[in-house]
């Protein structure tokens, strides 16, 4: 495929910035569990050390895909270092008196504690006295265990910081739609997908999510407005807040005694997503581009530029002119969308109109769609003010999907005709309509060879044609599993098990609300079940309603003194061992670690009605 026209290919700035300053590198870079199961192997994609681009991937994501391979410690200026490469979100750790403040720990406690161990290697042991959380999104918390512990926060000796919200909007997303996302993102990220020219070859921010240990310590400490400061460890920062930009609870912040500007996903050397998808709330891309225009006018000072993925911005009038094509980036993409909107346009046919950037925005490296598309980002603009309803009738009230395919199907004269049809586009230069077509035969007659064959190469085309890495990724995701369907290769529909340090930092009301979500609730509105429960650990009574088929949790007592029918008394650990499948309920009974005083079938009743997430439901196939 021949490369992108209107790009400089001779313009080797963010090489030379992703290499800069590297001090030491992780030989071998694999990194495993206590177990010695592997969690991270960034080793994997030395193909991409290769100059010549193959011709199943788009030059440009082979460009990206290559800068995001560089990994190691590296310093940015004098007392800030990066850990990079050692999952797809980067380690900051800022020198302090005594120790050391890290920001945003990475996914998982192995890969934070190697992290940490290549950076004492090299910069001898210091204490971790605060941990900055930049934002909300998994990739950013979830191993802060491998860097502190909940002894030390207890203790006074590690601050957690974070932005206002984190733990509502952590949960919200991680838990609440957190089975339905993980799903999804086997599409989005790849996961299931070998590595190579013709599998995953990373997808724009960087290039896999590590899969170790995932845990929460809660803030000790938020920060609730823009121009707050503080010193931790005598490092001066001053935050800016940026609510329902990248996340719901996001913040930047400026180190005004170093010059630098930690931008934490708000900006970084690809156009983001609108719209995730994996599937979230739609971001505000006015707020986001509003935001940014105020990191410009806050921070004029800043010298050095880093982010949370990808690699650092050196040079004032550098980093000014990140920030500006950024900013424009994402106004372009809201006041366009708008615009076209307001003359009648629906969301797929604004997709249409805007394809591209404008001018110099056009040629910047910085904003193509590796990670996120003009397309999906253009459709999420009209959606967060339009919603699902595109306003024609015939759209108000659709067939579902195989219903709709089945119709389809016999309405162009059966599955044989459909797939001819398909052929004929696919042959003529007509993917996109192929893909339709064999669509709707999937879903009409799953078993159609001809079809599912069609498909799989339809896909795989699609997806060697993407300068964006997540698209590739869904394209030939949805290849390998027409591919291997009916051969027992995907997970069961049991939910794995969940990390019982992420469910620690829960509070118990969150975790009452992630039941109410998994209550099946057409069984359920056959019963009236009142349970109330007494934790120690803390000392807490809340009460569980079922009726109508809702779970409703309370904290206290039942209103108008309502006698429950059973009541447990437990520590509230043992609950998240039991949530965590490490124990039962009934095992905990036995043990004594739950002591129940009434209808012990009220607690059989209340379990059976709570329904397991599906980790393996269909998607290219009905």
């Known amino acids: 495929m021949p490369a992108t026209p209107e790009l400089d290919w001779d313009d080797t700035a963010d090489h030379a910035n992703a290499a800069r300053g590297l001090i030491d590198r992780l030989e071998p870079c694999v990194v495993r569990n206590d177990a010695g199961r592997v969690v991270w192997d960034n080793d994997r994609w030395d193909f991409l050390r290769q100059d010549e681009c193959p011709d199943t991937v788009h030059p440009s994501l082979w460009r990206q895909s290559r800068l995001n391979t560089a990994q190691g410690l590296f310093e940015v200026a004098p007392g800030i270092y990066q850990i990079r490469g050692l999952d797809v979100s980067n380690m900051t750790i800022i020198e302090g008196d005594t120790g050391v403040v890290v920001v945003d720990p990475l996914t998982s406690r192995e890969v934070a504690a190697e992290g940490l161990a290549l950076y004492a290697r090299n910069r001898g042991e210091r204490p971790v006295k605060a941990v900055i959380y930049t934002h909300s999104h998994g990739d950013h918390f979830g191993g802060v265990l491998g860097v502190t512990g909940h002894e030390a926060v207890r203790a006074g000796e590690c601050e957690i910081v974070a932005p206002d919200e984190f733990m509502h909007h952590a949960v919200s997303e991680n838990v609440f739609a957190g089975p339905a996302m993980l799903r999804r993102a086997v599409y989005m990220y790849g996961r299931s997908l070998p590595v190579g020219p013709e599998a995953s070859v ?82 505000d891309a006015h707020a986001w581009a509003s935001y940014i225009t105020e990191s410009i006018r806050l921070f004029d000072g800043a010298e050095i530029l880093i982010g949370s993925h990808n690699w650092p911005t050196w040079g004032h009038d550098e980093v000014m002119l990140l920030l500006t094509r950024q900013r424009d980036a994402y106004a372009y993409l809201h006041d366009q969308t708008v615009r076209l909107m307001n003359q009648g346009l629906t969301g797929p046919e604004i997709a249409e109109e805007i394809q591209s950037f404008p001018g110099e925005l056009g040629r910047a490296w910085s904003v193509r769609g590796y990670y996120g598309s003009i397309s999906q980002n253009v459709k999420a603009v009209y959606q967060r003010y339009m919603g699902w309803y595109d306003g024609n009738p015939a759209h108000l009230w659709q067939h579902p999907p195989t219903e709709q395919a089945k119709r389809y199907v016999a309405a162009i004269g059966g599955a044989d005709a459909t797939v001819a049809s398909a052929r004929e586009a ?19 007659e799953p078993e159609h060879t001809a079809a599912r064959e069609l498909q799989i190469t339809v896909y795989e085309t699609l997806g060697f044609g993407q300068e964006n890495g997540t698209w590739r990724n869904i394209y030939l995701t949805g290849a390998k599993e027409l591919r291997e369907a009916g051969r027992e290769t995907r997970k069961t529909g049991a939910p794995g098990r969940e990390s019982v340090d992420m469910l620690a930092a829960l509070t118990t009301g969150q975790i009452f609300e992630s039941m109410a979500v998994r209550l099946d609730g057409p069984r359920a509105a056959a019963h009236r079940l009142l349970l109330r429960w007494e934790f120690t650990g803390p000392d807490e009574v809340w009460t569980l309603l079922v009726g109508n088929g809702v779970l409703t949790p309370m904290r206290g007592d039942a209103p108008g003194g309502e006698k429950p029918q059973l009541t447990l008394r437990l520590e509230r650990a043992t609950l998240d061992q039991i949530l965590a499948q490490r124990t039962t309920f009934a095992d905990a009974i036995g043990s004594g670690a739950v002591t129940i005083e009434g209808d012990a079938g009220v607690l059989a009743t209340f379990h059976g009605l709570l329904e397991r997430p599906r980790r393996d439901f269909p998607i290219v196939l009905p």
Request: glycine share 10%; proline share 5%; net charge negative.
């Open 202 to 283: 990373g997808f724009g921010l960087g290039q896999a999510l590590s899969t170790g240990t995932v845990g929460l310590i809660a803030p000790t400490r938020s920060i609730t407005e823009t121009g707050q400061e503080l010193v931790l460890d005598g490092v001066r920062l001053v935050f800016q807040l940026t609510p329902d930009t990248e996340a719901p609870s996001e913040m930047n912040f400026f180190l005004p005694d170093h010059g630098v500007l930690l931008i934490a996903e708000n900006v970084n050397h690809s156009l983001h997503n609108v719209l995730t998808l994996r599937g979230a709330q739609v971001r």
């Open 426 to 444: 696919f042959e003529g230069g007509d993917p996109r309509w192929a893909a339709e077509l064999l669509n709707h035969v999937l879903f009409a």
